[in-house]
């Protein structure tokens, strides 16, 4: 292993590669210690993807409370996405400024006191500025989670540590809709930030006495300011692209092309400025390792288009089935039961099979469901809603673990840090890309059916007056009918959808195979033994 002094090499140590001195101390835990430590870090991962929906179903309460319209609500959750998004990937050049556990506990204060600070807020503005905080605190916490557990973890159980990394990232997501709606509808709104609080605290408290001497070296670095600042400015400008463009209608508004042509123009700056930087903020240099490369392409496309169905199905089932939020949330609930049961399972799988195999079949298997909900109507009953449901959970467990395993096991020890944060980045603007595209699409398409089924009905006219003989008024006949052909073209436009999605999953799952063959286990991270 390279010396500390050849570690500060310019060649060996980028400012966004979370580089870190070697280690002569042991840092990896054993027996109940390792089990608890796990448990703690894998907590701190799914409270902070929990927020990133917790809020969705309950931006009307918020709105409400604050006196403002939905639309401008919605910015709740648009600041909290562009902060966390600019900050992921900062990760590595935090890790290596500051070190991986004084970095982690900062963070974890910071978006503890910033989940307060959203519940006490009085005005929109306050809360938008406290969701920023929060969101800049919680991005690192995703990757640095990773880093930490392949840390404690002894390396021929890294591959467990990223099972139970996995579960959180699966399970966070169904949750938070869940408990948001629950939250509001039974206490109030304020209430899905100061839950944060005493989790966070009891967190906190344990790492600082669990992880005592894991620290890595800080390696004093210049910093990147042209480079932060550029990233700043594409990933903002881009992420207000994608959260706006539906209430804008997308390229017809000169501000949504406006943010479009400077997410291109500068992120092209960003990409030759980090590529030339001598200590980069972010180091994308590791997109040189094709293992990397191929499983971050597999997983961006796979979990995006997974969490946007995440957030169409509830819809559907709300505004064309009849369900209530509650109902919705149940059926959404079942996904997590295969994938909590599974994950435990994949480690041993790992060692039998090539790690792209399971790969291949997870995703693959993901699209088989996506397949079968084209088979939805609306005579659908709760149960056809909730198998397929049931049975992706497996497939999520069985993709994340290994492709996990494959990304970071492709770097260099030195570079495992900013690796993880480059990752989580691309889950983090995937899901956005594909929500705003699956959701522009379904409402297009619904429109686009239920127009088509309108020139296309068959004796409208005696249906109208069966209706009206059954003593509805004209208007309220026709208002009947409009509303049968708009949840007909609404199921139809999901049934397609699903079918795309499927699609996609299908090219996710061979993409993986671009990836070489990886070694057995995941190399520990920055200094690791």
């Known amino acids: 292993m390279a010396s500390a002094a050849a570690s500060r090499r310019p060649g060996?140590?980028?400012?966004?590669?979370?580089?870190?001195?070697?280690?002569?101390?042991?840092?990896?835990?054993?027996?109940?210690?390792?089990?608890?430590?796990?448990?703690?870090?894998?907590?701190?991962?799914?409270?902070?993807?929990?927020?990133?929906?917790?809020?969705n179903v309950s931006v009307p309460h918020i709105a409400g409370g604050l006196a403002v319209s939905n639309q401008s609500g919605t910015w709740v959750i648009t600041s909290y996405s562009v902060a966390e998004?600019?900050?992921?990937?900062?990760?590595?050049?935090?890790?290596?400024?500051?070190?991986?556990?004084?970095?982690?506990?900062?963070?974890?204060?910071?978006?503890?006191?910033?989940?307060?600070?959203?519940?006490?807020?009085?005005?929109?503005?306050?809360?938008?500025?406290?969701?920023?905080?929060?969101?800049?605190?919680?991005?690192?916490?995703?990757?640095?989670?990773?880093?930490?557990?392949?840390?404690?973890?002894?390396?021929?159980?890294?591959?467990?540590?990223?099972?139970?990394?996995?579960?959180?990232?699966?399970?966070?997501?169904?949750?938070?809709?869940?408990?948001?709606?629950?939250?509001?509808?039974?206490?109030s709104w304020e209430w899905i930030f100061f839950i944060n609080v005493p989790i966070v605290a009891a967190i906190f408290f344990a790492v600082t006495v669990l992880l005592r001497g894991v620290e890595t070296p800080k390696i004093k670095l210049p910093i990147d300011l042209m480079g932060l600042a550029l990233l700043v400015v594409w990933v903002g400008s881009f992420q207000m692209m994608l959260d706006l463009g539906r209430e804008e209608d997308w390229f017809a508004s000169t501000e949504i092309v406006m943010l479009a042509v400077t997410a291109a123009v500068v992120f092209a700056v960003f990409v030759i400025w980090e590529l030339t930087a001598e200590h980069p903020i972010v180091d994308?240099?590791?997109?040189?390792?094709?293992?990397?490369s191929a499983a971050v392409l597999a997983m961006t496309i796979a979990f995006g288009t997974y969490f946007a169905t995440v957030v169409i199905i509830p819809?559907?089932?709300?505004?064309?089935?009849?369900?209530?939020?509650?109902?919705?949330?149940?059926?959404?609930?079942?996904?997590?039961?295969?994938?909590?049961?599974?994950?435990?399972i994949v480690p041993k799988l790992m060692q039998k099979f090539d790690p792209r195999l399971l790969v291949f079949i997870g995703i693959a298997w993901i699209g088989v469901c996506a397949f079968v909900r084209v088979a939805w109507s609306t005579d659908t009953t709760f149960w056809k809603f909730a198998l397929p449901q049931l049975l992706q959970g497996a497939g999520v467990s069985l993709f994340m673990v290994p492709l996990t395993?494959?990304?970071?096991?492709?770097?260099?020890?030195s570079e495992t840090a900013s690796a993880a944060g480059i990752a989580n980045f691309g889950r983090t603007l995937a899901t956005a890309i594909a929500t705003?595209?699956?959701?522009?699409?379904?409402?297009?398409?619904?429109?686009?059916?239920?127009?088509?089924?309108?020139?296309?009905?068959?004796?409208?006219?005696?249906?109208?007056?069966?209706?009206?003989?059954?003593?509805?008024?004209?208007?309220?006949?026709?208002?009947?009918?409009?509303?049968?052909v708009s949840l007909q073209g609404t199921s139809t436009a999901t049934s397609h959808l699903f079918a795309l999605c499927g699609i996609a999953l299908m090219l996710a799952a061979s993409v993986i195979w671009l990836a070489p063959r990886p070694k057995t286990g995941v190399r520990p991270p920055a200094g690791a033994h």
């Open 85 to 187: 998004a600019i900050c992921v990937p900062l990760t590595g050049w935090l890790a290596s400024r500051f070190g991986i556990l004084r970095t982690f506990l900062c963070a974890l204060a910071g978006f503890g006191i910033f989940s307060a600070l959203c519940g006490f807020a009085s005005s929109l503005g306050m809360l938008v500025a406290f969701r920023l905080g929060q969101g800049f605190c919680g991005g690192p916490l995703m990757p640095l989670t990773q880093t930490l557990l392949l840390r404690i973890f002894p390396k021929p159980l890294h591959s467990r540590a990223m099972a139970l990394w996995a579960m959180t990232v699966v399970v966070a997501p169904i949750g938070g809709p869940i408990l948001g709606g629950y939250i509001s509808d039974n206490w």
């Open 12 to 55: 060996n140590s980028g400012g966004g590669s979370g580089a870190a001195p070697p280690r002569t101390d042991d840092t990896t835990f054993s027996g109940m210690k390792l089990l608890i430590a796990g448990f703690v870090l894998a907590m701190a991962n799914f409270v902070v993807v929990l927020d990133t929906t917790i809020a």
């Open 405 to 413: 395993t494959i990304s970071l096991g492709s770097v260099k020890p």
């Open 315 to 344: 819809q559907y089932l709300q505004t064309s089935m009849g369900y209530t939020a509650t109902q919705a949330g149940f059926t959404m609930a079942f996904s997590g039961v295969l994938a909590v049961i599974v994950s435990p």
């Open 284 to 292: 994308i240099k590791v997109f040189r390792h094709r293992g990397f």
């Open 436 to 484: 705003a595209l699956i959701t522009t699409l379904w409402s297009n398409m619904s429109i686009r059916n239920g127009a088509d089924l309108s020139a296309n009905l068959n004796d409208a006219q005696g249906t109208s007056d069966s209706l009206q003989n059954a003593g509805m008024s004209v208007e309220q006949a026709r208002g009947t009918i409009a509303q049968l």
